[in-house]
């Protein structure tokens, strides 16, 4: 029935009373059949937002689109969703709130420290802790003003050799008698520098704490003068090393050479008077000196064996190749070798003042 006070004809805003009458009377019967369904719908959209707390912002991604005649239910499903107690702000129909804005990559936590990020400069990650970090100490550097620099070599000269091996003259003899006051040259000084002299000298340096060479050199010719002193002539110049044996009755008349094997001297000797001795040497087992009566019947003075090829000065031949004559040899090693036969003499002046004092002709005694 229309309301015939009202002259409304139910269309305007006073028409409501008319629809609560006539037409409306049906859309109201209508609305409790929809609100059964909403509940269902209403609960889904809480879900939702539950279920990732602190980010309101993921529910309304995916807006709900209901049909335009469904507003009047949903409005009504939004009145219900506030008396249960549900945020401020959500009641927004989600077709009138736009969505917000996405989270974006950046303001996601960063696993690990940045470096702070300037105007002109990107960040920079900063480099996982190495794991011995924690617990190994630094290297110090080295320090630049403590380091010394390497050793130059020494540039002074070493000190002048005097003397060595080969040498030959006044001084070396006078070495080797300041040697022998000492105790470190047990022969007769011969005045020839041989291995003899050279291991004299070795053991001298090595027990004053000098260069052991084996050579004589200024600091070791002086430390020997201070030690020792000036040698005699009988020093310097004794007969033999070994006392001459008494000469063979054939050596009692005449110019004789007189030569002991068995004291391994030679005494040159003119009608039973000593003129000079010296020591000698003889061949060996397989080169034998030969024995017996014998007279000089050449001289050479600078002679080289054909044979050996090793010098011969001062030779005295007496028989075949043999010879008396000075060996460089027997004044460096003593009585440790052999000739081929001859008879070494170690003292070169000696033999030299023989050499010109025998005459070709002369008597040669070779004995035991």
Not at 137 to 162: G, M, N
Not at 284 to 306: A, I, L, Q
Not at 308 to 323: E, N, R
Request: proline share 11%; hydrophobic share 35%; with cysteine.
């Amino acid at each position: 029935m229309v309301d015939t006070d009202s002259g409304w004809d139910g269309r305007g805003g006073r028409g409501s009373r008319v629809t609560r009458n006539t037409g409306g009377a049906r859309a109201a019967d209508a609305i409790p059949d929809r609100r059964v369904a909403a509940p269902d719908r209403r609960v889904a959209v809480p879900d939702r937002r539950i279920a990732v707390p602190g980010r309101r912002v993921a529910a309304p991604d995916r807006p709900i689109a209901l049909p335009s005649r469904r507003v009047a239910a949903v409005s009504l499903v939004v009145l219900a969703a506030l008396a249960t107690g549900c945020e401020p702000g959500t009641a927004t129909g989600a077709q009138d709130a736009p969505p917000p804005a996405r989270p974006t990559q950046a303001a996601a936590p960063s696993p690990s420290p940045t470096a702070p990020v300037t105007e002109d400069a990107k960040p920079r990650t900063a480099p996982p802790p190495s794991p011995s970090a924690s617990t190994a100490a630094p290297a110090p550097d080295p320090d630049p003003t403590t380091a010394r620099p390497a050793p130059e070599p020494s540039t002074a000269p070493p000190p002048r050799v005097l003397m060595r091996t080969g040498s030959e003259s006044d001084r070396v003899r006078e070495l080797q008698a300041r040697l022998r006051q000492i105790g470190h040259f047990g022969r007769t000084p011969t005045g020839y520098y041989g291995s003899v002299t050279a291991d004299a000298v070795r053991s001298f340096q090595a027990k004053r704490s000098l260069p052991v060479t084996g050579s004589t050199d200024e600091a070791t010719w002086q430390r020997l003068l201070a030690m020792t002193r000036v040698p005699t002539a009988a020093e310097l110049r004794p007969p033999t090393e070994r006392p001459v044996a008494a000469p063979d009755e054939r050596c009692l008349k005449g110019r004789v050479l007189c030569i002991s094997k068995n004291s391994r001297t030679l005494a040159w000797m003119i009608d039973g008077k000593v003129v000079s001795a010296m020591d000698v040497r003889f061949g060996s087992e397989y080169t034998p000196t030969r024995e017996g009566v014998f007279e000089v019947f050449w001289k050479s003075r600078d002679h080289v064996s054909t044979l050996y090829d090793t010098p011969m000065p001062y030779a005295l031949f007496f028989s075949g190749g043999q010879a008396v004559h000075y060996s460089a040899d027997f004044a460096a090693n003593g009585y440790g070798g052999a000739s081929h036969g001859c008879v070494n003499v170690r003292d070169k002046k000696k033999v030299a003042a023989l050499f010109d004092q025998v005459r070709t002709g002369d008597k040669v005694v070779v004995y035991w």
